[in-house]
């Protein structure tokens, strides 16, 4: 079955130091993957899209950044963590229909 | 496109009453639409989706009516029950472009 990975959940990390969360997919091949940021209260903002290895769009110019290593691995990085980079972020990707979302990791940069 | 600026409009229900969630879309091109239902802390899951060439399609307990003369799209929850609280966010797309998400709706069942 098709399923989708995020981790970790949750993560507390003090301004300026790096981050690395990771999304992966099964059951698939060559899915475009996403990573959309969620503000408390707010709605979705998409941050990268990937269509393949070592493709990344990003949508919106911030100190974040991600890569795509392997066909079902979706990573996104910063060098240095602002306090405004707190919020929830969801990994997702395309099946059939729709878009399918990963649970998501709460960030807290203190 | 995306309201990601905008605070959560929020609606609030008796429970076993019925629901309406608005959404107005952007892209008069638009020929797929989801609404998604959001739980608190975490991801967005699929509730119901409809293409254009449709008006309403009903699942269970859910209607979705699509109005693309004035670019609007509603989700009718029937008897709502407390489970049902969440946020939900309508999406579109068109042909094989990326998925644009409202700001999202926040549904409070009361007991």
């Known amino acids: 079955s098709q399923t989708i990975h995020q981790w970790p959940a949750t993560l507390v990390q003090p301004v300026g130091s790096p981050l690395s969360l990771e999304c992966t997919v099964e059951?698939?091949?060559?899915?475009?993957l996403y990573w959309y940021r969620q503000a408390a209260g707010r709605g979705l903002q998409l941050l990268f899209y990937?269509?393949?290895?070592?493709?990344i769009s990003s949508e919106v110019p911030q100190n974040l950044s991600a890569s795509r290593p392997q066909d079902r691995q979706f990573i996104l990085s910063s060098k240095k963590l602002l306090l405004s980079d707190s919020g929830f972020y969801l990994c997702?990707?395309?099946?059939?229909?729709?878009?399918?979302f990963g649970s998501g990791t709460r960030l807290t940069v203190v | 496109g995306e309201s990601v600026g905008l605070h959560l409009p929020t609606l609030s229900v008796q429970e076993g009453d019925n629901s309406i969630i608005n959404c107005a879309y952007s892209?008069?091109?638009?020929?797929?639409f989801i609404w998604y239902k959001q739980e608190s802390g975490k991801g967005p899951q699929f509730i119901i989706d409809?293409?254009?060439?449709?008006d309403k399609r009903q699942g269970q307990r859910v209607t979705v009516l699509l109005n693309k003369t004035v670019k609007h799209l509603s989700l009718q929850i029937a008897a709502t029950q407390p489970g049902d609280s969440a946020v939900y966010f309508c999406?579109?797309?068109?042909?094989?472009?990326?998925?644009?998400f409202g700001a999202g709706t926040r549904l409070t069942v009361k007991p």
């Open positions: 990937s269509v393949g290895i070592g493709q």
């Open positions: 997702a990707w395309t099946p059939a229909y729709g878009y399918t």
């Open positions: 892209n008069s091109a638009s020929d797929y």
């Open positions: 409809i293409r254009s060439n449709m």
């Open positions: 999406a579109e797309t068109y042909g094989n472009n990326d998925m644009r």
């Open positions: 059951g698939t091949s060559n899915p475009n």
